[in-house]
Structures are given as structure tokens and as C-alpha cells.
């Protein structure tokens, strides 16, 4: 469902926000503690040799569980910045991109690491002294301060702690990849339920505007006229394509997205109603290039945008008026998509574009607008504009799933496309 996955992974992110706030405020406050109250322990541990044992256990083993608590706290820090770089390089794109982008990741992440650790430990010198109790070289075995040598054998022990943290930033890598597959996953069920209740509410919107008693006496009065003039073939025509409409529109309950001919197939039912009730006074033409018949589209998307022209370009006017619907191999944001045109000879828009988009009600433009959102992301593009003819255009521009063909071979470009027959 999309709220337990929306809470879960708000929880999620609240938790480690909180963690890297207080926990870092913690570990500052421990630190001073014992870099502040520890010499003077123990300065009392050295003064009374052999006893006071129930004293020094703890108090090296609270020093070593707050080195190794910094070492790792510092990784901590240092997440938020992989998953920012691994999302900069885009790592999921293919696996040896992927790779070798986190091998390389790595690098600048080990050095950042060991250079914030030896700048703590080089100040809290009791923590660190408590993480190192007995470090030992490999070319002299004597016990030394790690951070106390200097020439090459200091800059052999960094390259052993570079090599260490390059290996653990694995293990931070692998945490980063969990969390972001989880969180992704939790996203896109939060976005399919998005998108079911998107199109439940253009379904119902859709089939209330088209099953309005305000429609309905229209066709049924049309009905009506071409039975008393003898014209039962169109009448039945007209009955059995309500029919058909409303068929279509409860049997898309939980249907996302359809061929486009299957749309184009829709929007001429309800264009041939329309020109059965407005005779002369609407004229329609529909061009679909066979390229993008087979393209996946949202459901819906085209029908309420015709019915707004057909109502604001048409209805209102006396003289005879066309719809245009047209669909076109385009390129979308660097993808291979499909271009969808919807024109009238009308007036044109009364308001301008970001106000028509802006609005809440109806499921023209303001719900398409939201649906392309939800569904496509930045990937698509709704263009409001005159037409050629002096009235209203809605240009929209989606990408095509990875399962559609688009563009065919050169052969078949350079066929002439035939137009879908009119409605």
C-alpha cells in the first residue's frame, strides 16, 4: 500500500537524520569527557600500580569502544555522501558502469577517512591511545604510538589504513546499494498507487462527463430524430456506440496504460456521436502514422481532451468547426517517444496555459497534466498553443517503454503513412 510504504521509509530517514544529528552530538560530548576527565584517571591508576583493577578494566574498555565507536561514526558521516556520488554517476545504469564507477568512488571516499581520523585522533590522543593499545610495525616490533612515527614509516601505516578503509568502503557501498533498492522499491509502490487512484479519478470523472443528462438527452434526442426520419441504422449505430463507450470506460477499472490505437479506437466512437448530434457543424480528422499505433499510453489521455475541444470549440459556435487528433514519432528529453496533438477551429484558450493547468476540477488539462507527472516524471512535455486554424492545440510528448518499436527500418519510413480513416 502506499502509505505503510511512504511511513516506512519516512521512518527510515528520520531515524538516520536524527542518529547523524544526535549521535554526533553524543560522541563530541563523549570524546571531551575523556580527552577532559581521562589523564587525570589515569595519572590515579599509574600512582596506585596493581590495585584499583575494577577502575582500569572499564575505563580501557570505555576508551576502545569510544575509538572504535569514532572510526565507525565517521563512515557513518560519510554515507550520505556515497549515496550522493552514487547517484551523481548514475551506478545502476549497467553493471560495468556501475563498477567501475564504485571502484573509483572509493578512492577519494578511503583518503577523506583516514584524513579525518588522524586529524581526531591526532587531538583526542586518550581515544586514540585507546584504540592502539599495543601498535606494533612490521619492521621493528617495538611499541609505538601509530601517530608519533614519522617519514616512511608514517606514510606506511597511512597507505595500510588507506588499503583497510578502501576494503571496509565495500562493505558502506553494499549498505548504500541495499538502501537505495529499498528505497526505490518503496517509491515506485508509493507511485503505482499514485497512479491507480490518478486513474480512478479520470474514469469517474470521464464517465460522468460523458453519461451527463445533459449528454445523454443529446444522444437520445438525436437517437429520436434519426428514428422518426427512418434512419434506424444510425440510431442503432448510435446506440451501440454509447454502448461501446461505456463498455470501455468500466472495463478499464485497472488498466494503466493501452496500445494507442486502442485510445485513437475510443476517441472515435465518441467523435462519431458527436457528428451524428452536430451533423455539418462538426468535422473531424485523425491521423495516427502506423509507427506509434502500438505505442503504450496512458489510458483516458486523449478522450477528455477531445471532449474539451469538441465542447469549448464547438458546441458554443454556429458555424461548422473541425477536431484534429494526430500522432507522430517525436523525441522527448533525449528518448524516442510519441507526439499527440489535439487541435479545434474554435476560439482558442480564454486563459493562459499555467492558469488552465492550475485548475482543480474537471479532468481536461489539470488531471492529464498531474497523470503525465506521476507516470513520466521530467521525461514528457504538455504544450498548450494556438492551432493552425486560429483555435485551441494541446501538444503532449511522451517516451516509449523499452518494449515498444518505434522508428522503423528506412524502407518503411520512406512509405507514405495512411491516415486512420476519420470518425
Known amino acids: 500500500m502506499a502509505a505503510p510504504a511512504a511511513s516506512e521509509l519516512s ?32 595519572e590515579w591508576f599509574r600512582a596506585t600500580p596493581g590495585s584499583q583493577l575494577w577502575g582500569r578494566v572499564p575505563f580501557a574498555f570505555f576508551t576502545f569502544a569510544v575509538g572504535l565507536w569514532t572510526r565507525l561514526h565517521l563512515w557513518v558521516l560519510l554515507v550520505p555522501v556515497v549515496l550522493a556520488l552514487f547517484r551523481w554517476a548514475d551506478v545502476r545504469a549497467g553493471l560495468k558502469h556501475g563498477v567501475g564507477w564504485m571502484l573509483a568512488i572509493g578512492v577519494p571516499i578511503a583518503v577523506v577517512h583516514v584524513a579525518i581520523e588522524r586529524g581526531i585522533f591526532a587531538v583526542a590522543t586518550l581515544t586514540r591511545e585507546g584504540i592502539y593499545p599495543n601498535f606494533t610495525t612490521s619492521f621493528d616490533f617495538r611499541a609505538i604510538d601509530p601517530y608519533g612515527i614519522g617519514g616512511w614509516q608514517l606514510a606506511v601505516f597511512l ?14 557501498a553494499a549498505l548504500c546499494f541495499a538502501y537505495e533498492h529499498f528505497a526505490r522499491s518503496r ?11 490518478e486513474l480512478a479519478q479520470a474514469q469517474l470523472q470521464a464517465l460522468r462527463m460523458q453519461v451527463n443528462p445533459h449528454f445523454l438527452f443529446n444522444t437520445l434526442n438525436a437517437i429520436t430524430v434519426l428514428v422518426r426520419g427512418g434512419e434506424t441504422a444510425k ?27 486502442e485510445e485513437i479506437d475510443l476517441v472515435e466512437r465518441y467523435l462519431e456521436i ?4 452536430f451533423e455539418d457543424r462538426l468535422r473531424t480528422e485523425i491521423d495516427v502514422d ?34 484534429r487528433v494526430t ?20 476560439p482558442g484558450f480564454s486563459d493562459p496555459p499555467e492558469v488552465l493547468l492550475d485548475e482543480s476540477e474537471g479532468v481536461g488539462l489539470s488531471t492529464t497534466k498531474r497523470r503525465l507527472d506521476t507516470l513520466y516524471g521530467e521525461a514528457h512535455a504538455l504544450e498548450l498553443g494556438p492551432a493552425p486554424d486560429g483555435g485551441a492545440r494541446v501538444t503532449i510528448r511522451i517516451p516509449c517503454s523499452p518494449r515498444d518499436t518505434l522508428f522503423p527500418s528506412e524502407t518503411q519510413r520512406e512509405a507514405p503513412a495512411a491516415p486512420a480513416p476519420s470518425a
Open 274 to 277: 458527436e457528428e451524428i448530434r
Open 11 to 42: 521512518a527510515l530517514r528520520r531515524f538516520t537524520r536524527r542518529y547523524l544529528q544526535y549521535g554526533t552530538v553524543a560522541l563530541l560530548g563523549v570524546l571531551l569527557l575523556i580527552e577532559g576527565a581521562g589523564p587525570w584517571l589515569v
Open 187 to 197: 517509491e515506485q509502490e508509493a507511485q503505482a498507487q499514485a497512479l491507480q487512484a
Open 235 to 261: 440510431a442503432g449505430r448510435t446506440l451501440r456506440l454509447l454502448s461501446d463507450m461505456l463498455r470501455a470506460t468500466f472495463q478499464g477499472v485497472d488498466v494503466q496504460t493501452v496500445p494507442l490505437r
Open 159 to 172: 597507505v595500510r589504513r588507506l588499503i583497510a578503509d578502501y576494503f571496509t568502503y565495500f562493505i558502506v
Open 327 to 346: 500522432a507522430r514519432p517525436a523525441t522527448t528529453h533525449g528518448q524516442k517517444g510519441v507526439e499527440l496533438t489535439v487541435a479545434d477551429s474554435g
Open 290 to 323: 502506423p509507427a506509434v499505433s502500438e505505442v503504450a499510453v496512458p489510458y483516458l489521455l486523449l478522450q477528455p481532451l477531445v471532449e474539451n475541444a469538441v465542447r469549448h470549440g464547438i458546441a458554443p459556435h454556429a458555424e461548422p468547426g473541425t477536431v
